[in-house]
Every structure is written in C-alpha cells, then in structure tokens.
C-alpha cells in the first residue's frame, strides 16, 4: 500500500454534513492501490461501546488518485470515526489522524467531526442548481429606447472598441424577453448596470444609481417583476473590489487629501492622490480609474452592504456576481453572505474566481463561482483539441473532488464570457466543436451557463471583440445552432439526473462515454469528440436505450459507429 498517497481531513471537502444527523466522508488513496475499504465509526463519547461499520464506494478515480465515500449517520450527530484499509496482498492496516496502526489499540487518535449544527450545513439554492443562466452585456444586446442613447453612439452592428457606446439598455431587455422566455433560459446575469463613465461599466461611480444610458431604478424594478412572471431570475453584478475615479468618497480623498474622512477607504501610498502616476492601489494595479476599496474597513463594509441590501429590496433582484472576489476579504463577504442570506435566503451568489477556490467555496461565502478552471479544460479538449479524453476526464475528476457535492452543483459552467474569446472563435468557426461542448455543459454537474449571442453563432475575439452587439435579424442568425440551443436546455430542464445525479466515467479514449446516475435514472452520454470515426467496442454498453435527442429507440451494438463529432444521449430502456 502506498501510504503517502492515504489522505483525509476532517473537514471539507473530505468530511461534511449533508443532513442534520449525516456526514458524508471521502478518502484519498493510490490509484488502484486497495482490494477493499470500511469506516468504522460511533458517538465520539460512547466509550466501550462497539463501532458500527460501513464500506466505502470508489466515487472517482484520476490519473494518480482513487477517492472514495460513504455518508454515515449518527442519531447524536457527534462522530468519531477510523479507516479500515485492505491492500491487494490481504494486509490490514488501520488509519486515522495519528497515521496507520497494525490494530485498533489507539483510539485516542481517531478522526472526529465534534457535531453537526443544522446552521452550518450548506443550503443550496434549489432554483440555480436547476437553472439555466444566460449572461448579458446590457449595452450590445438590444436598443430598447432611443432616448436614452449616449453621445456619439456607434451604429448597430459596428465592430466594437473599447469605448465604443451601442445604446443598449434595459428596455431592450424587456423588449426581448419573448425570445428569452421562449430560449428556455431561467436566470439572467448582467454585467454592471450602475453609473459609471465606462461601455463596460465596471468603474462605478454611483451604487445607488441605474446608469441612465440603461435606464432606471423603475425600469430595473420593471424588467425583474416581468422577468419573474416569466419564470426568470435576475442576478446583477456587484463591483465590491474597487469603484471608478468618480465615486464620491475617492473624489474627496483627492480633493481634501489626508483630511478626508474617507483616506482609509482606499490604499494611497502618499499624498496628494497622483492619478498621473498612480500612487495608489487599483483593480490590476494599472488602471487609474479604478481605485482598490479597502473591504476590511467597517464603513467600507457597511456602504456595501446596505447597497446590496437597497437593490434586493427595491428592485427584487435574486442574487449578485461578484466581480474579482478572490481580491476582496473573507471577512466580508462572510458577513456580505449573512446579510443577503437574511434578507432573501434564497439569493444565490457568485463568485468570479478563475482559479482552484476551496477558501471561499466552504459554504460561508459564496455558493459557486463562474467556473473558469472548468472552461480551460473545456477549451483545451473540445475547441483545440490539445488535450485528449483521458487527460480531460483527469483534470475533470480533480476538480470534482476539490468540493462538496451541492458546491459543485452550484458551479456556473461557462465557455465564454464577456472577457473571454467567444468559443465559436476558439473552434475557429467549427460549430460542430461548439455543439460538442455545450453538450457536455449541459450534461455535466453544475449550472449550464452561456453568453449571449452564442446560441446564433456570434463569433468574436478577446474583448473588446467578445462584446459584439446582438444579432437579431433572423437572416444573420444560425437559426439550426438556435434550435439546438432550446432543445439542449428542453432535456436539461426535463431530466433531474442530469442536476443532482451523481457523475461515473464511463470510457475518455476514443469515445468520451460518461452516466449520471440518481435514484435508479440513468442517462449515459457518448461524444466522439474526433476528425475520425469511432466504433463501439465495449460490451457493458451494448443495448436499447432512448436516444433523448432523437426521441426514439434504438440499439447499440458491436460496431456501432459514431460519426465525427457527434454525440448521443441517452437513456437505458427498460
């Protein structure tokens, strides 16, 4: 047995509640290294009484790591708890937090979850999990009022820069949310709709105000209360890690220097504020006219706070994005939590975070983050194709083991964003590698998530090129990629398995086969993900099945073939 390679921790994500009397475990070990595994466990104060057992399933495998799990449940809800492990020579060996022992004669060293507080077991937000989010940039997407148009707005269409102005606003919004409803998309996520002097709006000069290029608190309140008549939340994006040059207290600091009562808002290495040559902290550390909000200062926080809190309630908004949040304290978006959570318990939030996000994934802070560590094996294995199946299904299942269960359900699953290449455009225009993907988006755990435009072919560099305006004239659009959009989300939204069953890697060489699994449905989905074609050779998956798809029976058999970037998804007949 390769003992350096055991590993558990009595805290998540190898230890959490999942019920008031049930925790759930998992146990890192060697890649095929054990012939078998049981916990046993009992009250951590039930002394002289016998352990009850329970084995451990495999639930994922990597390149270099078996994981294993069990949920067990105690009436007491206190637990302490020892790994039998068995090696594939017959020895037993026992594991807890002292290290391994021959036998069970210590104890004193047994791993323990103290007790399970109802508060502290994570509280998804069923309507995410379920959802299906659509991102907008409010300015490209539609012109709903000339009226409120900036000076010197670009025409429709035009290629964009990065200050150019299209006039969309929120009226344009409610304009189209037919075709939003009719999309199938269940929650909209927009980009910064607050004052501000910039087209992406990410420099806020007003918390309190809807840019009037967009609108107003009205119109917003407006587009939330027909959204939700609909069926779709709204979530809006909360720029928390810095404001723009125009936020009244920085413009203070710079006026009245270090007699201002705002100096420890913000990170000023000497005064006076040099917005020439920058001697202050800002978002990237480069851009003058975003200046770093100091989060851990108790007015600082309030400010926030009682902003996001003025929005929930006067415009029903559902939860918030939050823009750089690995760049902002724990401290306060712990309490940031506590307060939404207290005015809409129901609220999701989003974190932007583009790396591993354990820290702020713990169930205190955010509920998921827009999963960019995802999009890069995504991009890598569908769109360039520069890794293969076996090495994509690795990086999947690492990342899988990185959370909790309801963690990685909450996770928005991107492609593409406002600040990323359109994946179209990664493919180099293969919709076929863009089909794939989505497929597999919208199949895999987590929240389905795609930027406007995607679903009609919009192509589009880096930004400012990502933020093309909306193509709405049906002639322009990819009225067949159109159509497999709604039908993707239509099976998504009519297959609960496919939201909260759990995930078996199936085949990564040649065929890409994967099942979700929940309560005896089982949806298992093939993605020949290749220039080539591929024949089916594995027995196990031989059979009838209902081609979700297709919406009709058929078999597969020895010699099936799967077609060059095709997919199928399917279920088991009866």
């Not at 909000?293 to 939050?322: C, F, Q």
């Not at 995504?378 to 994509?392: K, N, T, Y």
């Not at 999947?396 to 996770?411: E, G």
């Amino acid at each position: 047995m390769k003992k350096e390679s055991v590993y558990h921790l009595s805290d998540t994500p190898y230890a959490f509640p999942i019920k008031k009397n049930t925790l759930r475990l998992r146990l890192r070990t060697a890649k095929n290294d054990l012939a078998g595994c049981i916990v046993l466990y009992k009250d951590r104060y039930a002394r002289g009484k016998e352990f009850l057992s329970l084995p451990l399933v495999l639930i994922c495998r990597t390149k270099m790591f078996d994981f294993y799990g069990a949920d067990i449940t105690l009436e007491t809800s206190r637990f302490l708890y020892i790994f039998r492990l068995e090696d594939k020579g017959g020895n037993i060996f026992y594991y807890d937090e002292r290290g391994f022992w021959d036998n069970m004669s210590k104890p004193s060293g047994a791993f323990q979850f103290p007790y399970i507080h109802t508060a502290d077991i994570y509280r998804p937000v069923k309507w995410a999990q379920e959802g299906i989010c659509y991102q907008i940039f409010p300015q490209s997407f539609c012109n709903g009022s000339k009226l409120n148009d900036p000076e010197g707005v670009s025409p429709w269409g035009t290629e964009p820069k990065y200050r150019t102005f299209y006039g969309g606003d929120l009226q344009g919004i409610i304009d189209r949310l037919p075709y939003l409803s009719e999309l199938g998309v269940t929650f909209l996520y927009l980009t910064p709709i607050f004052l501000s002097t910039s087209p992406h709006k990410y420099n806020t000069d007003d918390y309190y105000k809807i840019d009037p290029h967009f609108g107003d608190a009205e119109t917003l309140a407006k587009l939330v209360l027909m959204c939700h008549n609909l069926g779709i939340k709204v979530i809006l994006d909360a720029v928390f890690n810095h404001c723009g040059e125009n936020f009244f207290a920085f413009q203070d600091v710079v006026k009245n220097g270090e007699k201002s009562r705002y100096r420890d808002w913000f990170f000023i290495d000497r005064f006076p504020v040099d917005k020439e040559n920058v001697n202050y902290i800002t978002f990237s550390n480069r851009l003058r006219n975003m200046p770093k909000l100091n989060t851990s200062n108790p007015e600082v926080i309030s400010y926030l706070l009682k902003a996001a809190g003025y929005w929930m309630k006067k415009a029903k908004i559902d939860g918030w994005r939050l823009d750089v949040c690995d760049e902002v304290s724990h401290v306060f978006w712990k309490k940031f939590r506590q307060y939404v959570k207290s005015i809409n318990s129901d609220a999701i939030i989003i974190g932007e975070i583009y790396h591993q996000s354990s820290a702020f994934l713990r169930g205190d802070e955010v509920d998921g983050i827009m999963n960019y560590p995802l999009r890069e094996a995504v991009l890598d294995f569908f769109a360039e194709r520069s890794i293969d199946g076996v090495r994509f299904a690795d990086e999947i299942a690492s990342k899988r083991m990185l959370y909790p269960d309801s963690i990685n359900r909450s996770m928005l699953n991107l492609i593409d964003s406002h600040d990323t290449e359109r994946f179209l455009t990664s493919c180099g225009g293969r919709v076929e590698r863009l089909k794939l993907a989505e497929v597999f988006q919208f199949t895999y755990i987590g929240i389905p998530y795609f930027y406007y435009g995607d679903e009609v072919g919009l192509d589009g560099g880096k930004d400012p090129g990502c933020r093309k305006c909306m193509i709405w004239e049906p002639d322009r659009q990819n009225t067949g990629l159109l159509k497999f959009y709604k039908k993707l989300i239509k099976i998504r939204k009519s297959n609960k398995a496919l939201v909260y069953g759990g995930y078996r890697q199936i085949s990564a060489a040649g065929l890409f086969v994967f099942e979700r699994m929940l309560e005896g449905d089982r949806i298992v989905v093939f993605l020949n993900n290749s220039d080539s074609v591929v024949h089916l050779n594995s027995s196990a998956l031989f059979g009838k099945y209902t081609d979700l798809w297709m919406d009709k029976t058929i078999t597969l058999g020895a010699g099936t073939v799967f077609q060059p970037d095709t997919f199928k998804i399917l279920r088991p007949a009866d």
